[in-house]
């Protein structure tokens, strides 16, 4: 199909300071809240954990040198459905743009939706509708993205700052307050039948979701500022330092609790971390953090899958309205 020339014109405002928000703010959601617990079981030796996850932030970082490579020559909205279409034609394309608008991408956004509104849930006492509050915050990210991109962009550089103060905060304090029980060889044998070969895919399976978004700002590609300059360094910069990040926190968590603690309750390993720290009172606190989080990260699908459908659009992949300014 050819492409469509009675379109919104995007402007390229975006820095590397905003596509590095971007970068960090999808990669650091729920991942890192749930999956170092279920690592820890599958593993159950500090070394081989804290291994893994350098390896995964490794192979995420060669990742993006591919991808900033074809997002440089090929700067323009849209991402992964870009390069799909320029590779194998409008077909592929269809089908990998779609595939981004209405499942991995529509569905994450709903998911992180529904857990925004059961941590809102909890700091109201339990009280409201879940599906409720869950419509009202995607109504609320909405109104957000109608004002434009300069407030969605400045919304996500706020919170991914936030995000990443909590994030050093909560390793800061388990490293600082911990005795590092979790790296005493008396303790840290591996538990159950996958730690082995199995062990290893499982736990790589889990790192790898927690590394997943790490491509999202090429789809702001053609909103980027000097993309040629700027998308390798957003990228892998913002790769790196995530790695870093989960890195200190899982020596956080290592710190507090041992690798058999951490695999008796992964979902609540955060949480555990600061009340073993700080006592049952700083759980609140800690049920903000993570909101804080979900939050940050669901603005980037907001941010992301709009430039989809604009890339989409401009091919007569989908309706001519995602076109407009």
Known sequence: MSANTNTHNLQRVLRIRDGMAVTI?????????????????????PWLILGLWFFGGVVVALSTLVLAEMSAALPEAGGKYVYARHAWGDTMGFVTGWSELLVSRGFSGAAKAVAIAEY??????NRGNIQIIALAVCVGFFFLHTRGLKASSQFQNITTVIKVFIVVAIAAAGIAAGDFIGFQPALTEASGPTAGLLGFALAY?????AYYGWED????????????TALPKILVGGALAVMVLYLLMNV????VLTPAEMAADPELIAALTISTVFGDAAGTAVTAAALIILVSSLNVNFLGLPRVAYGLAQHGLSPQIFTKG
């Open 120 to 125: 809102v849930r909890i700091l109201m006492g």
């Open 252 to 255: 956080a968590f290592l710190a």
């Open 25 to 45: 703010g999808m990669i650091i959601g729920a991942g890192i809240l749930r999956t170092p617990g279920l690592i820890a079981g599958y593993l159950g030796d």
């Open 217 to 228: 700002a090429a789809k702001m590609a053609e909103e980027v500022k000097d993309p040629g």
């Open 205 to 209: 399976q889990s790192i790898s979701f």
